[in-house]
């Protein structure tokens, strides 16, 4: 009973099958492997877009910390949701690659950026000339750090007023396959369709061991990225191990098939929880996180059975030590789940 | 009619008298100079703190970000008011010199951080390990950036909150003077008493060219500062004129009588417009500066007639372009306003 | 005929079904995984280091530049020989990760820092008080670049000299293997009981996918360690594939197996150029890195048939376009090139 | 007998006038004052360069650090004399404002680089793709740390190279003054007409309290230097008095009266010291600097008689400990220098 992380469980067989393909011979290093070319090739088909640069990195963190500090000046701010990752859970990685550029909160309702609290924290931002900060790249994280999902629609509202103030824009997709899906649209349209820049298209917690790939619309950001990846040690010698994952998680949709298993998992945890007395989710899934409020005896049969998730603290209070009744809960599901031990957690949570 | 701000008019004649003193001779250069071991002697004198380290620089930004560089670590966050100097008017200099150290902003009425919102914010700062930046100084601004001042009490209870969570403090004084006129009391009693770990003593708005003192009531820091101001480009070879200054401005406790003016000043400026139809307040002013609602009529007037003032936007809406009414004005005292530039600006008012 | 780089070569098959053991089940992310206490406790065992602190990153550069900053203050200089890969081949990256300190050149005959010249260098370093950088730690690279190797004598001599102005070292150890078993010698006796306070344990270039060790000697480093690994991106979230490669590295000494192999080749390959007419070594190859000169008509034969390796410039003219001859050549042996490949380039140099 | 620095003397009465000229009134901040605005029009002038993007700063260390973090990128290197100020005296000021760029160490007799030495260190420095720093711009120091000067042909030599590779140039003109008028031409002749880009235009060592002006010839760079001033703290509020001074320097040429002055002393320095037996000068002084070996005998009497200057150590060992025989003295002549001190010491020396 998993539900800690996406990334706790095991990798996909054809995965690691890829990388004892990839075993073989002797390759050029540092990118320059011929499957990485196979990988430059599909992504760019995939995303309609042939002129994009692309880059493999090994973690979301590196990979969303350099993309900002390649869109991003050291005197501008960064404008992200309020819980967004590269604000709550990055140790200030875009802070350090940026050499100091800030990030501005926005707030909006189920880890959306609302357009308007957006637009006015651009106008805010740059109303004292020399003495604030400039203005900065946008960050949209799709799906959300909530497991909620942008409309396309929702997206190009953002990338609109970014536009509209000349500012580019950067999607941390960690979980971009499960937006993808739930959506039903093409990775173009969640994309430059939709006004975005430059993409993190993850692949971590969607089944690689640790790959990541940066995509940037436009190839001229390339060569400046690729001197911060080397700087930062984020270039990898044995690369083809990198684009050996990327390759067999691009070829025959497999990306999307493990997503979609994931969503399904995630619909099956939280329909199963729909009208239990004292169960109510913060904001209704549409990836594969969700924050359910528990009663607290229901979460305490279920991890005493040992079902393993995060709980959420309010005002910085440890849940362990607040009274609060009910509890919140985040439970992630990956592709990995079996439907028994959904099944089993469910059976708990009834009691 | 000059109510632009603190720093725009001249300087008194008896700190120009200083520089013309000093000029005399050869001496060390660097802060090696014999008036700055008087102004040392006279800084520790004044503040009750015989082992503190004491230091100048020219720019208040420079105070500050130097300090905070040299109380926080780059993974750490600063906590201070929304509307704080630091966040809002220097251009991201702290998070330079801290090596991208983030600025958590705290809520609070009047430009006053509010204690539970200052522990609520330092709580879920914490809260995730080595996946969110880390607790680091408090930062607190007095006189504050509204105008107001914090009660010695109230300072105290929010260096109460740093202490139990081990955490630094530093106390922004740009307008150190004319908040210790208004509270009566003494140097030592609005720092190190109050918990208070470094301050930056401003001299600039209060009549200097340019100076403020740094002072680290524990002489640990004195080194590491040291090299940040030297590696900032902050060490002055001729300091002998940074120290004039400074010795000048504390002699016969004439900075005190410069920042009774400058609140005199205000009092004569606010109380003139108590009772004038359409104007309010935001805060009552308690130093040198007044943030009024004016009928758009009214700024009319006074500018069209040679006011200077700035005009505060809502939601990042330029004033020019808002059709608000009333406006929000900033003004601002000086030690060197006249009674009638005041009068006359009420008359206008008055309309 | 790969000679170009220790890394272009495949994993042993060891290393590769260590990942498919490890790939099974649920474990807990960011190096709480259960290999990775495995590995903690066979490091302490194989340096005799009960209380080193322990931690693994993907890349060399990332290993490096990650201690040094642990190691190093933002104004201080590091202490490395003029071709270290600090300096040449890292981008920059203890500048990065540092915030900015320098890398002191040291020279030093076949790429070992001369101690005299250290003690030179360090002394003038300190010699301006605030206005020169500070003294900061001493890099040690073994096997040097030159594929030359530090006896134990020498290297004692150089931390000496570090302990003597008070610096802490760092020994970067990218083939720690291969110079460890030139030597004959334990972990410990190359590391600590040599003076060695902190050290890169390189496992990419001897046979892993990509994983290094870090390893300080004093735990006191661990936590800020621990926190800019977060913030450069570099710990990861499904760690245990990185603990599943570096315990079956150490496990019944297989990574000194494989040194042993690297080595090996190396001999075969420098003893079967001895006495060619022409031939010259720049340094006599104690590891597996050769720097050969080879009359033009002989690396034409080689790299026509197929060899690789990388040129050297002399002055920084690019080395096809010099016209010296003999051409200088870096050779590199890894653990998995074959005999025959090694005899058919001596075959090709001999014409 | 104050040989030390140029930095030790007193201000010149016409500069302390126009501070008091310039201290009436109410003027608007941060560099937006009139004075400012004459001081750009004659810097214009003077340097034949209508384009020209012109600020002031207080300290030489700040300007040289924000024009080379203006010019370079993190991820280059910038190109100095191994002895030149912003190597050796700004405690890691360079590295600090350009986020950890480096500065390569030029070989050349007498504090000037030599042109075979750039063009071997710029080939070097970008000789190995994305894992070497790339090549930055080329900094130049005029007149030199040593007290010589680059002939107009020579700074041509070098900028002639930076071009060929596409590098900018910088020139640190802490002593500009001193170097123009012992070359007898004209600011634009030593600068763009010589290929220069950026300028420090040094005041502080030939007269002022404390200011540099920085020029653009090409004032694209301009906001992004702005940017960079106030983030780190060096944008003054009260700006009109460092454009009081700067003004004063200019008007009338006074800046090269005083320069004419100092190198005036110098030369009464120097020849007096000719044909002493057991003196030798280690270059001849070209500007107001001079490096002197000098019997110890010699220098025991002018110190105990009260001289100040400094010595230099050789291999980093400091004078005082070493027994060599001359021993290194570094004398400064400032503008204030007066003959009959000159002679005293001269006096001395002689025994």
Known sequence: MFFASDNTGPIPPRIMEALIQANTGHVMPYGDDPIMEKVRVKIREIFEAPEAAVYLVA??????????ATLAKPW?????????????????????????AKITLVPGEAARMDPDALRAAIRQSGSKGVHSVQRGPVSITQATEAGTIYALSEIGALTEIAREFGLKTHLDGARFANALVALDCTPAEMTWKAGIDAVVFGGTKNGLLGVEAVIFFDPDHAWEFELLRKRG????????????QMDAYLTDGFWLDLARKANANMRRLSDGQRGIPGISFEHEPQANLLFVNMPRAAHERATNAGAQYYLFPSSGVPPEEADDDPITCRLTCSWSLQADQIDRFLHLVRG
């Open 59 to 68: 973690t979301g963190t590196a990979a969303n910390a350099l993309v900002l």
């Open 233 to 244: 040690g984020h270039l990898f010698s044995k690369h083809r191990y990198l684009s050996a």
């Open 76 to 100: 501008e701010t960064i404008f992200g949701h309020e819980i967004s990752h590269i604000a709550e859970d990055e140790c200030g990685a875009p802070e350090f690659y940026s050499n100091g």
